[in-house]
């Protein structure tokens, strides 16, 4: 790997949430101070709603200064309990005073999956300010017992994308229709972070940090110009020599 890695285990979760605070508070604080903003990209599923409750809780966090993106989401109603910006609401915003305007949603209802792509597409684009490549401070990751990341799974011709900044995907499991940041995105972020908890993921952490020719999906996340940081606890880590 070309790029930065940095492994960190902690024996409770609450220690690996807690660190990821100030690590987001750090990165957040020096975006802010270099570009006047802060740009962070947040996945969903279940590991990272305590971590978001932390979030919320801390004070001093400039949430003014901050952009809420979603790295991918459910094709589901934002009511629905499996959407992720219902999680995103739950656990973070309505508990920290973001600015509205300042959170930017994958919009599912009234569209298509592939018109929603398209939308948040423009939506990344207007926001970053031109055709190329936008470059988050912050993207938060997660990984599925697969080795899926983002809604990027194994053997999906998405992860092949070089152009599209946003696709339409489709899972394995329900909720099936998925809407996904692409690796191109994600590999030009400042800051990629993998936060996975418990022992169900020790097996495809091993895979992703020991074996060099993975090709899962989490394994082709290597941002070429920003640094990789995997935060995890010690079940997560246990099998990892
Ligand atoms: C999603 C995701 C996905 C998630 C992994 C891990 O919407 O499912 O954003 O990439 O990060 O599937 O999910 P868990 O935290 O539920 O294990």
New binding site residues.
């Given amino acids: 790997m070309g790029q930065k890695r940095d492994l960190h285990i902690f024996a409770e979760r609450a220690a690996a949430h807690d660190f990821l605070v100030n690590r987001w508070d750090n990165i957040a604080k020096r975006a802010i101070a270099n570009r006047g903003r802060f740009t962070v990209a947040l ?6 709603g305590d971590f978001f409750r932390r979030l919320a809780a801390k004070n001093g966090l400039p949430w003014e200064k901050t952009h809420l993106f979603q ?4 094709f589901v109603s934002p009511a629905d309990r499996e959407s ?1 910006l219902f999680l995103i609401g739950e656990t973070l915003t309505k508990g920290a005073s973001i600015p509205p305007e300042n959170i930017h949603p994958i919009t599912t209802e009234g569209i298509t999956p592939e018109e929603s792509a398209t939308a948040y597409e423009e939506e990344l684009r207007r926001f970053f300010h031109d055709s190329a490549l936008p470059r988050f401070d912050l993207i938060m ?5 697969d080795g ?4 990027l799974f194994p053997g999906s011709p998405c992860l092949h994308e070089t152009k599209g900044l946003v696709v339409p995907t489709v ?1 394995k499991a329900p909720p099936r229709e ?1 809407i996904s940041l692409t690796l191109p995105v994600i590999n030009n972020a400042r800051v990629a972070v993998f936060l996975a908890t ?1 022992e ?2 020790a097996p495809v952490m091993r895979e992703i940090l020991e074996d060099n020719n993975s090709s899962l999906p989490a394994a082709q996340v290597r941002p070429a110009k920003g640094s990789l940081l995997f935060v995890l606890d010690n079940r997560a880590a246990s099998l990892l020599s």
């Fill in positions: 996945s969903g599923g279940k590991t990272p790295v991918d989401e459910r992720n990751l997660g990984i599925g017992n899926h990341s983002a809604s899972a998925r418990g169900q993921k």
